[in-house]
């Protein structure tokens, strides 16, 4: 838990603590936005870059402390707005004093849903699809929170499911039949009145349901209203079990810094008025260094988690783990904002991708060398290809290398220069022979004949080579050169 005297300079008088925060955004109060204020945070109040001067810091987390201290404020639409911006909730959850997390902790707990159909609605069901996906995307500490992130990920549909259940109570009367004399019994075969035989035709079925999420839990569909029951309890439980962990996560004084780093950019604004300029213009293997220098270098993890956020839900997704680069990033801010048609083409992508579905559409060669790490197309549209590798990286404070999806980004089919792709398998391959046959293997398929693979595993290497700074490639252009350098423009984490 964080330490309460880290927060005794905080600046205790409210309506000061409002004034001042007016001043230091510069803008104008009047009556109607005081009242804003008192009702919801203010927008202005939340703003990443504001929040790079601690002072203000202190005070929006001072104001926030507030409103969770006022009776009269609805905590469920406060909660709803710290989760309206990627990261905010997080962020100010490892923030607040003792007394400020408690007051969301306990409104999310003792609210926390007791029927399966009460779930997909719940607050709670919101806060742990954001935090499941965000530290899945985080991957600290790797072991804990993957089995908490398959956990949510499958339990969802499951209570879903649960909640469309419906049972047949049979009717306790006996249907009415035919009498039969005595001597005829067994020789005439007796028949249900015609109403009887109506109200058969007529009576309730249970609704078909698909029953793939109750056997990837591995278990069996529910027969009856007390089996159905049962089972909600069971994963319920379970899910607030989860919440709980994710809450000791976010408290933990070690990773504040990093939950700081994934909100607000360590970036001057000026920096951050020329990220948000456009990339029309660049070239297919443009790059840009003050996007780079906006990864903190404290975590490298924070660029594939903020592209992960990008995401509705983790649903879909499989055990490959995507890491975003700085360009694919830029291209699936782009695609949102101006092709949801693309987007969601795109994501479908990513989720074939990281369910192992290696088909032939999904993994074409682009570099040719047998000595080089292959670069692989995956085919979206007629005109758009997503190029990546098959990386292997060593798991946070573990001693396990995986096979991991590295996504380079986003390019239409006259933009896939064959050469400029052989340059960058061959700077990977400098990482050694064992890198490159550990990023080339593959598993044997889940079925005989099919091309869907899982992520294979390796003892971790002691020491792994860097590879080469730059390239000695002739007619190599030399923005291309710039984009083959894979420490800086593609945004490789060292680990």
């Given at each position: 838990?964080?330490?309460?005297?880290l927060?005794?300079?905080?600046?205790?008088?409210?309506?000061?603590?409002?004034?001042?925060?007016?001043?230091?955004?510069?803008?104008?109060?009047?009556?109607?936005?005081m009242q804003?204020?008192?009702t919801?945070l203010?927008?202005?109040?939340?703003?990443?870059?504001?929040?790079?001067?601690?002072?203000?810091?202190?005070i929006?987390?001072?104001?926030?402390?507030?409103?969770?201290?006022?009776?009269?404020?609805?905590?469920?639409?406060?909660?709803?707005?710290?989760?309206?911006?990627?990261?905010l909730?997080?962020?100010?959850f490892?923030?607040l004093?003792?007394?400020?997390a408690?007051?969301?902790?306990?409104?999310?707990l003792?609210?926390?849903p007791?029927?399966?159909?009460?779930?997909?609605?719940?607050?709670?069901?919101?806060?742990?699809?954001?935090?499941?996906?965000?530290?899945?995307?985080?991957?600290y500490p790797?072991d804990h929170?993957?089995?908490?992130?398959r956990?949510?990920?499958?339990?969802?549909?499951?209570l879903?499911?649960?909640?469309m259940?419906?049972?047949v109570?049979p009717s306790?009367?006996?249907?009415?039949e035919d009498e039969?004399?005595?001597?005829l019994?067994?020789?005439i075969?007796?028949?249900?009145?015609?109403g009887t035989r109506?109200n058969?035709?007529?009576?309730?079925?249970?609704p078909?349901?698909?029953?793939?999420?109750?056997?990837?839990?591995?278990?069996?569909?529910p027969?009856?209203?007390?089996e159905?029951?049962?089972?909600?309890?069971?994963?319920l439980?379970?899910?607030?079990?989860?919440l709980?962990s994710?809450?000791?996560?976010l408290?933990?004084?070690?990773?504040?810094?990093?939950?700081?780093?994934?909100?607000?950019?360590?970036?001057?604004p000026?920096d951050?008025?020329?990220?948000?300029?456009?990339?029309d213009?660049?070239?297919?293997?443009g790059?840009?260094?003050h996007e780079?220098?906006?990864i903190?270098?404290?975590?490298?993890?924070v660029?594939?988690?903020?592209?992960a956020?990008y995401f509705d839900?983790a649903d879909?997704?499989?055990?490959?783990r995507?890491?975003i680069?700085t360009?694919?990033?830029r291209?699936?801010?782009e695609?949102?904002?101006?092709?949801?048609?693309l987007?969601?083409?795109?994501?479908?992508?990513i989720?074939?991708l990281?369910?192992?579905?290696f088909?032939?559409d999904?993994?074409?060669?682009?570099s040719?060398s047998?000595?080089?790490?292959?670069i692989?197309?995956?085919?979206?549209t007629?005109?758009?290809r997503?190029?990546?590798?098959?990386d292997c990286?060593?798991?946070f404070?573990?001693?396990?290398e995986?096979q991991?999806?590295?996504?380079f980004g986003?390019?239409?089919?006259s933009q896939l220069?064959k050469?400029?792709?052989?340059?960058?398998?061959?700077?990977?391959?400098?990482?050694?022979k064992?890198?490159?046959k550990?990023?080339?293997?593959?598993n044997?398929?889940?079925?005989?004949?099919?091309?869907v693979?899982?992520p294979?595993?390796?003892?971790?290497?002691?020491?792994t080579?860097?590879?080469?700074?730059?390239?000695d490639?002739?007619?190599?252009?030399n923005?291309?050169?710039e984009e083959?350098?894979?420490?800086?423009?593609?945004?490789?984490?060292h680990?």
């Amino acid at each position: 838990m964080m330490p309460d005297h880290l927060w005794s300079g905080r600046l205790e008088s409210k309506p000061t603590n409002i004034l001042n925060l007016d001043v230091a955004l510069t803008k104008k109060s009047d009556d109607s936005s005081m009242q804003s204020m008192r009702t919801g945070l203010d927008p202005a109040l939340l703003d990443p870059h504001t929040l790079q001067d601690e002072v203000i810091l202190e005070i929006a987390i001072g104001n926030i402390e507030d409103h969770l201290s006022d009776p009269v404020v609805n905590k469920d639409h406060l909660i709803d707005e710290l989760l309206s911006r990627d990261s905010l909730f997080e962020f100010v959850f490892s923030r607040l004093s003792s007394n400020g997390a408690n007051v969301l902790k306990r409104r999310l707990l003792e609210t926390f849903p007791t029927a399966a159909a009460q779930f997909q609605k719940s607050v709670a069901s919101k806060v742990l699809a954001r935090l499941s996906l965000y530290f899945w995307a985080l991957s600290y500490p790797a072991d804990h929170l993957k089995e908490c992130h398959r956990a949510v990920d499958l339990a969802a549909p499951v209570l879903s499911a649960i909640s469309m259940l419906s049972f047949v109570t049979p009717s306790p009367i006996s249907p009415i039949e035919d009498e039969i004399p005595e001597e005829l019994e067994g020789l005439i075969v007796r028949r249900k009145k015609q109403g009887t035989r109506k109200n058969a035709r007529r009576a309730p079925r249970s609704p078909v349901v698909d029953s793939r999420p109750f056997h990837n839990i591995d278990v069996d569909v529910p027969q009856s209203d007390a089996e159905a029951r049962e089972l909600a309890v069971h994963l319920l439980e379970d899910q607030m079990h989860i919440l709980q962990s994710y809450f000791d996560v976010l408290r933990n004084p070690e990773l504040s810094e990093t939950f700081k780093a994934a909100y607000i950019p360590q970036i001057s604004p000026s920096d951050s008025t020329t990220t948000a300029v456009d990339s029309d213009s660049e070239s297919a293997s443009g790059s840009t260094a003050h996007e780079d220098e906006a990864i903190p270098s404290a975590f490298p993890m924070v660029q594939p988690m903020k592209a992960a956020l990008y995401f509705d839900s983790a649903d879909g997704f499989g055990d490959w783990r995507i890491l975003i680069s700085t360009r694919a990033d830029r291209n699936l801010r782009e695609a949102k904002r101006r092709d949801q048609n693309l987007f969601r083409i795109i994501i479908k992508k990513i989720k074939e991708l990281s369910n192992g579905h290696f088909s032939d559409d999904n993994q074409k060669r682009l570099s040719g060398s047998d000595n080089d790490i292959p670069i692989y197309e995956a085919k979206m549209t007629r005109d758009t290809r997503l190029v990546y590798h098959i990386d292997c990286i060593k798991e946070f404070e573990n001693d396990v290398e995986w096979q991991v999806i590295r996504i380079f980004g986003i390019y239409t089919h006259s933009q896939l220069d064959k050469r400029f792709w052989e340059a960058v398998g061959i700077q990977l391959a400098g990482k050694g022979k064992e890198y490159r046959k550990r990023c080339v293997f593959r598993n044997t398929p889940h079925h005989p004949g099919d091309k869907v693979f899982s992520p294979a595993s390796f003892p971790a290497q002691e020491n792994t080579p860097l590879p080469p700074a730059s390239l000695d490639i002739p007619d190599l252009r030399n923005e291309d050169r710039e984009e083959a350098s894979v420490p800086s423009a593609l945004s490789f984490p060292h680990y």
